[in-house]
């Protein structure tokens, strides 16, 4: 016979198997029971996201660094050829400078060259003996005079003419800039009294008066020789000016003689774009530099007044 002990034990196990009795406590049990069958899920779906997001996030990360190493080696790159580039630059202006000193050298030699071939071949000497000549020249018959006589008589040729030449340059200034040179006066008629019109070679009506004052300077003098240099800008080629600055000379030559000058004692030459007043290609620079000087010297000479800057 079963006994009260094992009937209370199996109604408590029956209780724990299917849940209590009471409808109550069932609803308490029964809530518990699906917390407990739904945590075991959750847990394991939470853990996997957190992996999937540090996954995610090493990933990107690492993309991160990347990127930014090779935008690194990008801007290195840049910097390099940066580099090269400001070399090359550095190496082309140290060429162009290179290009204009032997430009300039060239035209300076050419310009000693053409200055050297005006000159005749008795008188390409040095200055002193360039002197000695002329004073032989000026005064021939003093070799046959006294030793004190012949160089009194030299001394005041050279005083009359340095006078002459002095007097002539006042003279001159009070038309247009002139200067002295080793061997006579140069008269430079610019844009402030002979104004050039860019590739032209005539000469306007409002400067023949200027012409005709240089005229009557010129025109006392005697045993004088007179040489007209015409210059151009340096628009064109070389060519191109040095037929253009000849026909500017020769212009100023024709007015000269009109206004009583002798053909024989005037000489011209064009110098074309060499030997500028003002460098540069502004049209201030290109106006002072189309211009023409007159340059005068004692024909006993035999030495042309050479422009000297």
């Known amino acids: 016979m079963t006994n009260i002990s094992e009937v209370e034990e199996r109604i408590h196990e029956n209780e724990v198997a299917d849940g209590p009795s009471n409808p109550v406590a069932q609803h308490v049990y029964d809530g518990f029971a699906k917390r407990q069958s739904t945590s075991g899920p959750s847990w394991v779906l939470g853990a996997a996201a957190i992996g999937l997001v540090l996954v995610l996030a090493s990933i990107f990360g690492l993309w991160l660094v990347r990127s930014v190493r090779r935008l690194n080696r990008e801007v290195a790159h840049l910097n390099r050829q940066t580099e090269q580039l400001n070399q090359r630059v550095q190496g082309a202006e140290q060429h162009v400078k290179s290009l204009d000193q032997r430009a300039s050298q060239a035209a300076a030699a050419q310009a000693a060259t053409i200055r050297l071939d005006q000159v005749p071949d008795q008188v390409k000497q040095p200055e002193a003996t360039s002197a ?18 012949a160089a009194r008589k030299t001394e005041e040729n050279r005083t009359q003419h340095a006078d002459e030449l002095q007097k002539l340059k006042q003279s001159f200034g009070q038309i247009a800039e002139t200067r002295r040179t080793a061997d006579g006066v140069v008269m430079t008629l610019g844009e402030k009294s002979l104004r050039f019109d860019s ?44 037929k253009l600055s000849a026909r500017r ?44 000087e007159i340059g005068v010297v004692d024909s006993r000479l035999l030495i042309e007044p050479l422009p000297q800057k």
């Open 132 to 149: 000695a000549q002329a004073q032989s020249l000026i005064e021939p018959e003093a070799a046959a005079q006294p030793p004190t006589q």
């Open 199 to 242: 590739g032209k070679s005539t000469i306007a009506p409002q400067y023949r008066a200027i012409l005709n004052r240089v005229a009557g300077v010129l025109t006392p003098l005697k045993g004088y020789s007179i040489y007209v240099y015409g210059y151009t800008d340096d628009v064109g080629t070389k060519e191109y000016n040095l």
């Open 249 to 292: 000379a020769q212009a100023v030559r024709d007015s000269l003689i009109q206004a009583g000058i002798k053909r024989g004692v005037v000489t011209t030459k064009g110098f074309g774009k060499s030997d500028p007043r003002v460098k540069g290609e502004t049209s201030e620079a290109r106006s002072a530099n189309r211009r023409v």
